[in-house]
């Protein structure tokens, strides 16, 4: 059960280390061992490892399910079927396949590229931030799948700024400081909290979890949203060709509606199936965040990846407040 966390700040060098560990970069000096093997020197080495990087590795063009198997075929991984449809239901990735890798959201990209990790079956993982951008309960499955990985026997490295998340998850837990891995020190910090509002043009509320999840973000509230409009939904349906219809006919708002309208007794042939429409309408999003002018071009980055449209952002210097805590605070397992 070796889980060994490195937790430092943006820009310290976590993510070189790891594409150095994987065998993508050169070290200046010094060799990477995996099982007593140079990962850089002996090519069949790097099937040692799984490695998850900060990046969308797949193919863009591919759908979710196309880009695993893709991945199992490469490794020789048995039962690849059975595995990539357990852990795509899991973190509720199926709804997906039918999407190409660059249509999804930033969140679900991610899930997609951590799941190659709990498809493979390696003696060692390095995974670069794995939970990033990820809703709340999706980071708590990622946890459980880590330590089920280490219960396995493999050897994990995480790599995270988070130190609650690295703490969370490690055994042990290293800083790197100036190119040097040290055993990570607790500290007291002081926080600085502030609060914003946020006005997004479209705001569906399947995101408030994911955007609470985020590791900046201390809370979010949505304080003003628009009802939708019963007249932007009769739009989507007349652009549908559902409106006007003529005789018995009946739309269903189900991607598979079929077993639904079985026991309603409808006969199937004068049924329009559509999709839902996503008729997000505005809303202001207050939110709490630590490190605003530190955070904030990540909290925006999310929107894009959300494809959600920031109007504008109003921070609230007034609000701010030095909140004190400990960095480190969690349980070495």
């Known amino acids: 059960m070796r889980r060994k966390s490195i937790a430092s700040p943006n820009g310290a060098g976590k993510s070189t280390l790891i594409d150095i560990a994987a065998g993508v970069l050169l070290p200046d000096s010094g060799k990477v061992l995996v099982n007593g093997r140079d990962i850089h020197a002996d090519f069949r080495a790097k099937s040692l490892l799984t490695t998850v ?29 059975t595995k990539i449809e357990e852990i ?17 959201s930033g969140g679900t990209r991610r899930k997609v590229e951590v799941a190659k990790a709990f498809i493979s079956e390696t003696p060692v993982y390095l995974l670069d931030e794995p939970t990033n951008g990820l809703d709340r309960t999706s980071r708590e499955i990622v ?15 995480i790599v995270s700024h988070d130190t609650r998340e690295a703490f969370t998850l490690a055994s042990k837990t290293l800083e790197l400081n100036d190119g040097v891995l040290e055993p990570y020190q607790k500290r007291a910090v002081n926080l600085a909290v502030s609060r914003l509002t946020v006005s997004f043009g479209r705001f569906p509320s399947r995101v408030l979890d994911e955007l609470r999840s985020l590791p900046s973000v201390l809370s979010a509230t949505v304080k003003k949203s628009s009802r939708t409009d019963p007249d932007k939904l009769v739009e989507h349906l007349r652009d549908q060709g559902a409106i006007p219809v003529s005789g018995n006919v009946s739309v269903v708002y189900l991607d598979s509606a079929e077993e ?74």
């Open 143 to 157: 946890w459980d799948r880590i330590r089920t990985l280490a219960a396995r026997g493999s050897a994990i490295v």
């Open 53 to 81: 990087f900060q990046e969308t590795t797949f193919d863009a063009m591919m759908t979710p399910k196309d880009a695993l198997m893709f991945h199992a075929k490469m490794l020789g991984i048995r039962n690849a079927r």
């Open 260 to 333: 639904l309208l079985k026991s309603l007794g409808i006969d199937g042939s004068q049924v329009i199936k559509l999709p839902m429409p996503d008729l997000a309408e505005p809303a202001e999003v207050e939110i709490e965040m630590e490190d605003v002018d530190l955070n904030l071009s990540g909290l925006l980055k999310w929107a894009a990846d959300q494809n959600l449209q920031v109007v504008n952002v109003a921070i609230d210097r007034n609000s701010a407040e030095q909140r004190k805590t400990v960095e480190g605070e969690g349980s070495q397992q």
């Open 88 to 104: 795509m239901t899991l973190l509720k990735v199926d709804g997906f396949q039918s999407k190409r890798i660059f249509e999804l």
